[in-house]
Antibody
Framework: QIQLVQSGPELKKPGESVKISCKAS????????MHWVKQAPGKGLKWMGW????????TYADDFKGRFVFSLEASASTANLQISNLKNEDTATYFC??????????WGQGVMVTVSS | DIQMTQSPSSLSASLGDRVTITCRAS??????LSWFQQKPGKSPRLMIY???NLEDGVPSRFSGSRSGSDYSLTISSLESEDTAIYYC?????????FGSGTKLEIK
């Protein structure tokens, strides 16, 4: 069955970096793009961007340009999100989601990143 | 960017009620509209895609419709397990944009 399994929760200090992973199984990884979605505590969903898992080309939403990097370990069917120079407002749950076309059909369980001094 | 205006923000209804949630798109998105259900501590679940298509495994009491730039999610007979937050998402143009969510509770 199709699964996206994300890494565990992270507690970081402001200014640090974090890298979270999303391991796919049950389908051919490079046939489907991977998107990233942010959900701050008690808030709605915000699309961060996507990565073409065939070419490795990332596309970022405007609010996520600069400190955010999408990457792949295609041999391990894994997509990664790295956030540098963490700020308090980065505290959120981050979801990966597979897209069929542009339709987000399968989601990871989410990773809670807490930024606190 | 395309704005998705979702209403109501919260809704309380009784078991067996018919419930409708609406998203209005700020520009034409065709039928590139999906609905997600999110329960506390869980990831969003795809319920409807292409504005009207039911995702596999979703109960038939859920349906989607479109009238012009208004897109609706309807639950024909509310069940207790339907308590959740519902989001619409337009996927016609980048950046993808979500509605602000509707919190559905049982009276």
């Amino acid at each position: 069955q199709i699964q996206l399994v994300q890494s565990g929760p992270e507690l970081k200090k402001p200014g640090e970096s974090v890298k979270i992973s999303c391991k796919a199984s049950g389908y051919t990884f490079t046939d489907y793009a991977m998107h990233w979605v942010k959900q701050a505590p008690g808030k709605g969903l915000k699309w961060m961007g996507w990565i073409n898992t065939y070419t490795g080309k990332p596309t970022y939403a405007d609010d996520f340009k600069g400190r955010f990097v999408f990457s792949l370990e295609a041999s391990a069917s894994t997509a990664n999100l790295q956030i540098s120079n963490l700020k308090n407002e980065d505290t959120a749950t981050y979801f990966c989601a597979r897209s069929s076309g542009v339709l987000l059909d399968y989601w990871g369980q989410g990773v809670m990143v807490t930024v606190s001094s | 960017d395309i704005q998705m205006t979702q209403s109501p923000s919260s809704l309380s209804a009784s078991l067996g009620d018919r419930v409708t949630i609406t998203c209005r798109a700020s520009q034409d998105i065709g039928n590139y509209l999906s609905w997600f259900q999110q329960k506390p501590g869980k990831s969003p679940r795809l319920m409807i895609y292409g504005a009207t298509n039911l995702e596999d495994g979703v109960p038939s009491r859920f349906s989607g419709s479109r009238s012009g730039s208004d897109y609706s999610l309807t639950i024909s007979s509310l069940e207790s397990e339907d308590t959740a937050i519902y989001y619409c998402l337009q996927y016609d143009k980048y950046p993808l944009t979500f509605g602000s969510g509707t919190k559905l509770e049982i009276k």
